[in-house]
């Protein structure tokens, strides 16, 4: 019966955060889902679109549903590492240095358009968002719990951007892309930009969802995914094993084990989001293609020939079967 009343619970709280997004942005069904599933998960998410579909926006109002500070960075090419973490300033006064924080201090983060800024400002998120503290001046500060980068780049201009480093690159838990509305979703935004500003309620606090984060990493794994999940990821490092003949004269560098870890914890967020204690095969599948696109690095001959990481994803699933769908008798017998 307790299990029945949390579970309630949590679908009922996630619905009402859910509500008070979609009062504000409209569609987006699937990014929204996949905001959700990084901060159940703990992750970070790197999103591609074009201006104007409500990637900032989304953040914001998801900071106002959740109680929780939310900061956006502007990046570009001016930009220093101190602009993000902070650094120390000496006070003439008392002759003394004091440490002021940088932006990253906060629970959601919006580093809007990341790539415009050098490889070394990118860099400078890399503790933070691997061990969620900054180190300053040999000092060591924690950020706010709980924390979630989300970065936006877009596809549409090349002219001074910067390719993200591959270490940064892995750090995010998964990479959306985000395409252009529906004519009706089109017409209901415009409506409600021209309308009277609606207002967006508290409906959770940050301890709530705290409290989430931990009943996720409870959700049910069975060990089959999880070896499905591995071999997803080894297809795309040894790819000859999995009967995908020339298939690694696309594919410079595979996935590194961090797709595999985000794999099985998304697939926990995702299930939870839909109302189950425990994963299934659906789950994992759904989540491969947000965690791969970005890590896998794609050789001149890939690129030559149009290929794109989606389609070579896609190959690798097509190789490796799904594990079967197990009886729900099974899993709650596992389970408890």
Do not use: W
Request: contains cysteine; hydrophobic residues 45%.
């Amino acid at each position: 019966m307790e299990l029945r009343e949390t579970k309630a619970e949590i679908a009922t709280l996630m619905e009402r955060i859910l509500y008070e997004v979609k009062k504000v942005v409209v569609g987006q069904d699937p990014f929204l889902e996949r905001v959700l599933v990084a901060i159940l998960a703990q992750g970070h998410l790197l999103v591609e679109g074009v201006p104007g579909l409500a990637k900032t926006l989304t953040v914001k109002t998801l900071a106002r549903a959740v109680h929780g500070t939310f900061k956006r960075i502007q990046f570009t090419p001016d930009l220093v590492p101190a602009d993000l973490v902070g650094t120390r300033i000496y006070n003439q006064k008392t002759g003394e240095f004091a440490t002021s924080l940088g932006p990253v201090f906060t629970h959601l983060l919006l580093a809007d358009e990341i790539n415009r800024a050098p490889a070394k400002v990118q860099s400078a998120l890399l503790e933070v968002m691997q061990e969620y503290q900054v180190t300053i001046a040999g000092e060591t500060h924690f950020v706010p719990q709980p924390f979630l980068v989300m970065a936006t780049q877009n596809p549409i201009e090349t002219e001074g951007t910067y390719p993200l480093p591959e270490a940064q690159v892995d750090r995010f838990m998964m990479k959306v892309l985000v395409g252009y509305p529906s004519e009706d979703e089109e017409f209901v935004i415009v409506q409600r930009v021209t309308g009277e500003p609606i207002d967006v309620a508290a409906v959770a606090t940050t301890d709530q969802l705290a409290e989430l984060q931990k009943e996720c990493r409870r959700v049910y794994v069975d060990p089959n995914y999880i070896t499905y999940a591995v071999k997803l990821v080894a297809a795309t490092r040894e790819p000859e094993r999995f009967g995908l003949k020339d298939f690694g004269r696309y594919l410079t560098y595979g996935a590194s084990p961090r797709a595999t870890i985000h794999m099985i914890e998304g697939a926990k967020a995702l299930a939870m989001l839909r109302g189950r204690n425990y994963v299934l095969p659906e789950d994992v599948m759904d989540i491969v293609p947000d965690v791969m696109r970005h890590r896998l690095v794609l050789s001149y001959e890939a690129l030559a020939e149009g290929q794109s990481p989606d389609m070579l994803i896609r190959k690798v699933m097509q190789a490796v079967r799904a594990p079967d769908r197990p009886l729900e008798t099974h899993v709650r017998v596992a389970n408890a």
